[in-house]
């Protein structure tokens, strides 16, 4: 049983560190997508807006799918379609190919990033013990890597496709045989009762786990999108050093979740969560006020420090408020994962066109710090696996996925 419990970990891993590489690689390349297409300033906005939308259909198809079909099924057939949608970008002559390619990776996405979390949440509670920051960790690895190979690719003025199909021909294969791996989780059925204890979702239980989701989102994608702008334009730096504060948040990030198991473990979630919110909202505040580029990249260092924690407790703590509905949460909670990254981006961007950048900076500052209002939902239940309550060893555990 602990080997099929610890080929399973090993296996969703690799799966979140394939999805971190094709996101990265998507993402960097953004100019040189553009330039291939032939596509506009005004229309870019709507090509990149449709990715997370369609994500999220994804994401709410997959809570249908789920009574029906394994998560591991799914996580299978989601990754696959991922890499080549990946590679269907850099292969296309037209926009409408690029939509597209686009389209099914927007789609594929939600599918893929709510069954690798649902997954991640039933090893979770087989484990007995925090692990989902492990999980992320390794996708924030995976960004890196993505990223790195994306600053190849840029450096050798290589054609998209041929940058992409390299990527594809190790990590398709492999994620693919990987995937006879999978453990689904293996709770028994569960009489639905009121509140979170049964086999149905309450969305007023969840939701204020949806809002952390949601300013966690904000946070991150305001650092994806304006940290090198926000660097170069207003703290004056160059324009190589705007090229360093993300690259400075992945690694801070990496950092904090994979230490962050062992703190939720010693002192429980809601103390890492509170800590997290508290440390990237004065990340945030360091960057507002920064006199210069160096004191600004120590706020980005912070908040990579800060927001790591967020997002993988927030999974784990919808396994342990709906224990018998683990998986629904999850897919119903990913959708903020998108209404955060849809949000954040233009609206620091208006606040700095209409305001500043500096005073933008402190709305996602004040959103991360309502987090601590719901800190209190991420408690582990004295009936429930979390902090305080770990089992000491391995014990139930879901079945493989081989034969699926």
């Not at 496709?161 to 390299?166: A, E, G, T």
């Not at 703190?263 to 440390?279: P, Q, S, Y």
């Not at 620091?348 to 710090?369: C, E, F, H, K, N």
């Amino acid at each position: 049983m602990t080997d099929v419990l610890r080929r399973g970990r090993a296996s969703l891993a690799f799966s979140f560190f394939a999805q971190g590489v094709a996101f990265a690689l998507l993402v960097t390349r953004i100019p040189a997508i553009q330039d291939r297409y032939g596509v506009s300033d005004a229309l870019l906005p709507a090509f990149l807006a449709a990715v997370p939308i369609l994500a999220g259909v994804g994401s709410v198809s997959t809570e249908k799918l789920v009574t029906r079909i394994p998560p591991s099924r799914l996580l299978r057939w989601a990754q696959p379609v991922v890499l080549l949608a990946l590679l269907g970008v850099g292969a296309g002559d037209s926009t409408l190919e690029l939509g597209i390619a686009l389209g099914a990776f927007g789609l594929a996405v939600g599918m893929l990033d709510a069954s690798m979390n649902m997954l991640g949440v039933s090893l979770q509670r087989a484990y007995g013990r925090s692990i989902m920051l492990s999980f992320h960790a390794v996708f924030s690895l995976g960004g890196m890597v993505g990223a790195s190979l994306a600053w190849v690719g840029a450096h050798w003025d290589l054609a998209l496709f041929v940058s992409y199909l390299p990527v594809v021909l190790v990590l398709l294969p492999a994620a693919f045989v990987g995937s006879r791996w999978y453990v689904d989780g293996g709770a028994e059925p569960v009489e639905d009762k009121a509140g979170g204890e049964g086999g149905t979702v309450a969305f007023k239980l969840l939701l204020p786990l949806c809002l952390v989701m949601t300013f966690a989102y904000i946070g991150d994608s305001t650092v994806s999108n304006w940290s090198a702008k926000y660097l170069e334009d207003v703290l004056g730096s160059s324009e190589q050093m705007a090229t360093v504060p993300y690259n400075v948040y992945m690694v801070t990030t990496l950092i904090g979740r994979g230490l962050g198991d062992l703190g939720v473990r010693r002192f429980g979630a809601v103390v890492v969560v509170r800590a997290g919110a508290v440390v990237a909202a004065l990340g945030f505040a360091v960057v507002a006020s920064a006199p210069g580029a160096w004191v600004g990249m120590l706020g980005f260092t912070l908040l990579g420090l800060g927001l790591c924690v967020l997002v993988p407790q927030t999974f784990a703590a919808a396994g342990r408020l709906f224990p018998g509905a683990s998986d629904a949460a999850v897919a119903r909670l990913n959708v903020f994962n998108y209404v955060g990254f849809l949000i954040g981006s233009p609206l620091v961007g208006a606040l700095g066109d209409a305001w500043s950048y500096r005073g933008a900076m402190l709305v996602p500052m004040v959103l991360v710090l309502v987090t601590l209002v719901y800190a209190r939902s991420f408690a582990a239940q004295p009936d429930r696996y979390g902090g305080g309550h770990e089992r000491p060893r391995t014990a139930d555990v879901g079945r493989g996925s081989n034969g699926l």
